[in-house]
Structure formats: structure tokens, C-alpha cells
């Protein structure tokens, strides 16, 4: 499917027109939209279920959580803007005997931003995912590009979204949804194409370092760069040990063996690296990881193209030099199932190979071992930046190993003490974002609350008479939310001639 140049050049003009209606709502406002789109989306039933199990191969109990969790991200970010957390408002009174002028900031949406559906999450990062909710709770009209995987899916989702728009009477523009690979008459790629109009002011991306980065460079080379948010690729290494691999090395392998083919392995935060230095702990880990992975069943891709995907780069990777494979599920495979398989090489031989370094998009692991603890030091040193790292160990083992922990606090957005990283909570304190590759800002994070500032920036107002202000800096303080007043928080009102 192409689509018109005509048609999302009107996307972007919609979008345009719609972020001045938008500039003039309230936190108050939008969170009732928000809330109103959460329940619309919770009323959509089974038919979108079903839809997204036959277009994606997820099942049913996944695809249950992941609208749940869809459904809490706008009403639990609407509630976040609702109490002016991201506001962030600021007040300093004039003070004419000191010649202080009265300066008064917050922050407003950024102006409308172009969205990327993900392929593995067709609800909680697509269509009505975490970056259109933080976008619009942000106050920015929203076009999203909706994945190919699931194009029915996506459309269900943007009619929720849409008919929420009408009954409130927004513009059209605050929500548009666009399919299709190419402009028509072209081989331009349409979310090329959104990406370098003048309009558009942000985009949020989930997806390939390969895509991200390519949107990233599109951005960076308009006339007026603009920001993009990626989260790209990630190979959230596994440290593990020498105590905890003592005490729990058997639990350890099947831990990580059920995070690395959760989902079949099509989890951004999937654990594909472990690092262990060699002895008789990890001799009793490989042993139990072995007999874990053959007894895990191929599955379903999410589609045909990411299944080829899958199969080319973990022969790609198991078929380097020094390089085994470990184990791999004994289940036959049929053709679109990913087999979960297991690799093994040495320290010296993973610091010498980048492609040992790449992610694999499915249930491959790659099995580190190493002649000591200065090598693995070395390869924490070696990481490029992720989204998560695990530390597996006992306090004595953090005791002991303090050089490395302080070493991959530059490397991750997330640091796990035990545990392993595909579970992401939509909270406020959540870190879905890391250094480079993994994302293109690690400043900032795609889930949780704290998602919205992206999409936001400041704006002072100087010596303004009241009436013009925003209802977030009124002397009256008429939505009563926190705000700094001379360096002190408070909900009350202002009387700036006392």
C-alpha cells in the first residue's frame, strides 16, 4: 500500500493546526481525553484481541496484559499531567527595589510528532502506545505510522482514538493515522517523508538501531533539526558471579533461560549475553542451561520477516570462529518458529569479534566464559550502551566487584541487582532508555510517566499581566497544582503586591 503525497502533506497541516487548539487546553483537559481513550480502547472487546492474535501469532493471555497495560499508560499518564507534575511551573515575583522583574515558566507540548508502531508490541508501543499517550498528555497533536505487521490491529486502534477526538470536539488533527511502505509515485518512504517536513517537531520510534538511527539522521539534517526518540537495539548483558553462581547456579540457568525465550525471545530487553568467569559453578550452570533451553518448544514469530531475520543472524553468530553451540531446543521447528538456541565462546574471543557484539531479535543467547575477573572488567569496559544490565550476585560479590559496577553505570539506562530484564513496569521511576545504541538520548525514557517530558519544552514568561497568562501560571492558581514560588512549593494562590 502507497499513500498520496497530497494526503500526508494534510496529515501534517491537520497536525500543525491542531497543536494551536492544543496550546490553549489545560492539564485538566487532556487527562479527561486520556482517560476518555482508555476507556474507549477497554470497551473495543474481543475483535481486538483476535485481530491482533491473528496478525501477530502472540497469544491470547499476552495480548490480554498487554491492553491492560496500554489502558493504564493513559489513564496513569493523564493522571501524571493532571496534577501538574510535568508543568513544571515556576514563579519568581518581581521585586522593583532589588530591579527583579516577575518571570514565570512552565513547559507546553513541542508541536506535533510523527510516531512509529513497534512490531512486537502491537498495542503497549504502537497505534495507541506509550509515545502517542506521553505526546498527546504533552499537549502535541500526534500522526502515527502504523507497523505493517499489524495493520488491522493499528487501524482498530486509531478509530478509538479518532472517535474520542470527534466527541470532544478536538480538530482532526490531533490524531492522525497513516499505513503503507512508499509515497505514492516515489520510492520514498512515507516515514521518511514525515519525518523531514518543516511541521513535524519530534518523533518517537521503537524499534531496529538500523531504523532509529536512520529517522535520527533524516531529523539532524533538515533545515531545523528536530528531536528523535529512539529506542533501538539492545543485547542486556547478564554478569553473573562467583558466589551467587556457588549458591544458585542451577536456578540461575533456568531463570535465565525463561527470560531469554519469553515471547520467543522478541522482548528489546531480552537478556542475549552472559558473562561468567570459568570454574566449577559455571561448569553446574552449563549443565542446567543445557537441559533448560532443550526442553523449552519453537514458537511463532511475530511474522515471517522477522522469523528470517532471526535465522540468518544467530547462524551468523554460531558460525563464527571459536565459537559452539551449547544447546538448542530440541523441538523440531517449523518454518516462522523461532528455536531457541544457546552459543558459547571464550572472553578473548568476544573482545576480539564486534559481530559477537549484535543483537539477535529472538530467543539466542551467547554464553560468555572467561579466564578471570580482569577480563570480564574488560568487557564491561567494551559494552556499548544498553538498556539494561543485570549484576547476578551476592552483596559480597558487589563488595568485591565495585571497579565493574561502576564501570556499567555508563553503559545501561537500567541496572537489575538478580532478577532478569524482560519485565518493564509503567511506573514513574522506570528507565526505558539508555546510552547509545540503545536509544538516541539516554536522558530520557519511553515508559513510565516520566515518558512525556520528550515531547515537551520551556517557555518564561516576563512581566505579564495575569489575564495572559496560562491557567498553570495564574496568580489565582485556578488547577491547583504545585508549583515553585520563589524557590518554595506550594498549591497556594499569589497576590504578587503583597
Known amino acids: 500500500m502507497n499513500q498520496k503525497k497530497e494526503y500526508l502533506d494534510k496529515c501534517v497541516e491537520q497536525a500543525a493546526e491542531a497543536y494551536q487548539f492544543l496550546k490553549t487546553t489545560t492539564v485538566r483537559d487532556r487527562a479527561k481525553f486520556m482517560h476518555a481513550v482508555a476507556d474507549r480502547i477497554e470497551g473495543i472487546g474481543a475483535e481486538l484481541i483476535e485481530t491482533a492474535n491473528r496478525e501477530t501469532s502472540l497469544p491470547f493471555p499476552r495480548l490480554e496484559g498487554e491492553k491492560a497495560r496500554t489502558i493504564w499508560q493513559w489513564r496513569s499518564y493523564g493522571n501524571a499531567i493532571s496534577n501538574g507534575l510535568y508543568s513544571e511551573a515556576r514563579i519568581?515575583?518581581?521585586?522593583?527595589?532589588?530591579?527583579?522583574?516577575?518571570?514565570?515558566?512552565?513547559?507546553?507540548?513541542?508541536?506535533?510528532?510523527?510516531?512509529?508502531?513497534a512490531s512486537n508490541f502491537p498495542f503497549a508501543f504502537s497505534t495507541a502506545g506509550g509515545d502517542t499517550a506521553s505526546a498527546i498528555a504533552a499537549g502535541c497533536p500526534v500522526i502515527v505510522k502504523g507497523h505493517s505487521g499489524h495493520e488491522q490491529t493499528s487501524t482498530l486502534m486509531?478509530?478509538?482514538?479518532?472517535?474520542?477526538?470527534?466527541?470532544?470536539?478536538?480538530?482532526?488533527?490531533?490524531?492522525?493515522?497513516?499505513?503503507?511502505?512508499?509515497?505514492?509515485?516515489?520510492?520514498?518512504?512515507?516515514?521518511?517523508?514525515?519525518?523531514?517536513?518543516?511541521?513535524?517537531?519530534?518523533?518517537?520510534?521503537?524499534?531496529?538501531?538500523?531504523?532509529?538511527?536512520a529517522l535520527f539522521d533524516i531529523a539532524n539534517q533538515r533545515e531545523e533539526p528536530i528531536p528523535v526518540f529512539a529506542e533501538m537495539g539492545s543485547i542486556n548483558p547478564v554478569f553473573a558471579f562467583g558466589h551467587i553462581l556457588e549458591e544458585k547456579a542451577e536456578a540461575l540457568a533456568k531463570e535465565y533461560a525463561s527470560s531469554l525465550t519469553l515471547g520467543v525471545g522478541q522482548f528489546c530487553t531480552n537478556p542475549g549475553l552472559f558473562i561468567a568467569v570459568k570454574g566449577e559453578a559455571l561448569e553446574r550452570f552449563k549443565v542446567s542451561l543445557q537441559e533448560a533451553i532443550a526442553e523449552i518448544n519453537s514458537a511463532n514469530m511475530l511474522n515471517q520477516g522477522i522469523y528470517s531475520h532471526y535465522e540468518k543472524n544467530k547462524d551468523l553468530l554460531s558460525n563464527q570462529s571459536d565459537v559452539a553451540v551449547l544447546s538448542e531446543s530440541k523441538s523440531i521447528a517449523e518454518s516462522g518458529q523461532g528455536r531457541p538456541r544457546v552459543a558459547l565462546t571464550s572472553a578473548a574471543n568476544f573482545l576480539t569479534n564486534e559481530v559477537l557484539a549484535e543483537e539477535?531479535?529472538?530467543?539466542?543467547?551467547?554464553?560468555?566464559?572467561?579466564?578471570?575477573?580482569?577480563?570480564?572488567?574488560?568487557?564491561?569496559?567494551?559494552?556499548?550502551?544498553?538498556l539494561t544490565i543485570t549484576f547476578a550476585g551476592t552483596e559480597k560479590d558487589a563488595e568485591e566487584n565495585k571497579t565493574i559496577f561502576n564501570i556499567i553505570k555508563d553503559k545501561a539506562g537500567r541496572l537489575l541487582f538478580n532478577g532478569m530484564p524482560t519485565g518493564v513496569e509503567v511506573v514513574y521511576a522506570m528507565q526505558h532508555g539508555g546510552p547509545f545504541p540503545s536509544s538516541t538520548d539516554p536522558r530520557f525514557t519511553s515508559v513510565g510517566p516520566d515518558s512525556i517530558k520528550r515531547f515537551l519544552r520551556p517557555l518564561a514568561f516576563q512581566n505579564w499581566p495575569d489575564q495572559f497568562l496560562p491557567a498553570e501560571l495564574k496568580n489565582g492558581n485556578p488547577l491547583a497544582i504545585s508549583r515553585l514560588v520563589d524557590g518554595t512549593s506550594t498549591k497556594d494562590s499569589i497576590n504578587p503586591n503583597q
Open 158 to 213: 486509531a478509530k478509538a482514538i479518532s472517535e474520542v477526538v470527534q466527541e470532544f470536539g478536538w480538530p482532526e488533527g490531533v490524531f492522525n493515522h497513516v499505513l503503507g511502505s512508499e509515497v505514492e509515485g516515489t520510492k520514498e518512504k512515507i516515514g521518511a517523508y514525515l519525518v523531514a517536513q518543516s511541521g513535524i517537531k519530534a518523533v518517537g520510534f521503537t524499534g531496529s538501531y538500523w531504523g532509529g538511527k
Open 92 to 117: 519568581d515575583l518581581a521585586n522593583p527595589e532589588k530591579g527583579k522583574n516577575d518571570i514565570r515558566k512552565y513547559n507546553l507540548g513541542i508541536g506535533p510528532v510523527v510516531v512509529f508502531g
Open 360 to 386: 539477535v531479535f529472538g530467543p539466542f543467547g551467547l554464553l560468555i566464559e572467561a579466564d578471570s575477573i580482569a577480563e570480564v572488567e574488560k568487557i564491561a569496559q567494551n559494552l556499548k550502551g544498553q
